[in-house]
T-cell receptor, first 114, second 114 residues
């Protein structure tokens, strides 16, 4: 099926540093998403993005978080500064349409903040 | 808000056993319902999607019926194999009031012993 890639697969950083998580979505998809999964807990929606704009974000999407997709390249999630509670696996997803359309997920980036 | 409940955190079966994973949902709108499967080190993959009440989704021997009356979407398989060992997530997207935001259940870890 359609593939979503995420780079890096793992990242370890010190608290207070900036981190950028990269997502290469399915090539013709127009809607992009980030989800957060803390170890042993359920996956939770962070944000979705379409046509260069955030359409919806959850309360987990703190002010320190930002997303962008400059010039159709990677869809990125930036956290600046990071906090200990940001340690989690972050999954990127993409879909062709936005109305209950199937989302395809990447393998995740495992972020550890020390 | 929207929620999905999976009561079973872990299910352990032997090969050829019958599988039943419980899922109930709560939402104010008419949702699309999903089952995603997640193998170790990978992102969630779509297993089933059903958009219409009283319809059944079938894929790879798994099936789930969208029961609007009991607000349930239980997953079943007649005969499991060791390769079915994974985490199964029930999820929903509401018809309106959301830009395709997925709400996940906590997941059910299936272990199938040979």
């Amino acid at each position: 099926g359609p593939k979503v890639l995420q780079i890096p697969s793992h990242q370890i950083i010190d608290m207070g540093q900036m981190v950028t998580l990269n997502c290469d979505p399915v090539s013709n998809h127009l809607y992009f998403y980030w989800y957060k999964q803390i170890l042993g807990q359920q996956m939770e929606f962070l944000v979705n993005f379409y046509n260069g704009k955030v359409m919806e974000k959850s309360k987990l999407f703190k002010d320190q978080f930002s997303v962008e997709r400059p010039d159709g390249s990677y869809f990125t999630l930036k956290i600046q500064p990071t906090a200990l509670e940001d340690s989690a696996v972050y999954f990127c997803a993409s879909s062709l349409g936005g109305n209950q359309d199937t989302q395809y997920f990447g393998p995740g980036t495992r972020l550890l903040v020390l | 808000g929207d929620s999905v409940t999976q009561k079973q955190g872990q299910v352990t079966l032997s090969e050829d056993d019958f599988l039943f994973i419980n899922c109930t949902y709560s939402t104010t709108t008419y949702p699309t319902l999903f089952w995603y499967v997640q193998y170790p080190g990978q992102g969630p993959q779509l297993l089933l999607k059903v958009t219409t009440a009283n319809n059944k989704g079938i894929s790879r021997g798994f099936e789930a019926t969208y029961d609007k009356g009991t607000t349930s979407f239980h997953l079943q398989k007649a005969s499991v194999q060791e390769s079915d060992s994974a985490v199964y997530f029930c999820a929903l997207v509401p018809l309106s009031g959301s830009f395709n935001k997925l709400t996940f259940g906590a997941g059910t870890r299936l272990a199938v012993c040979p």
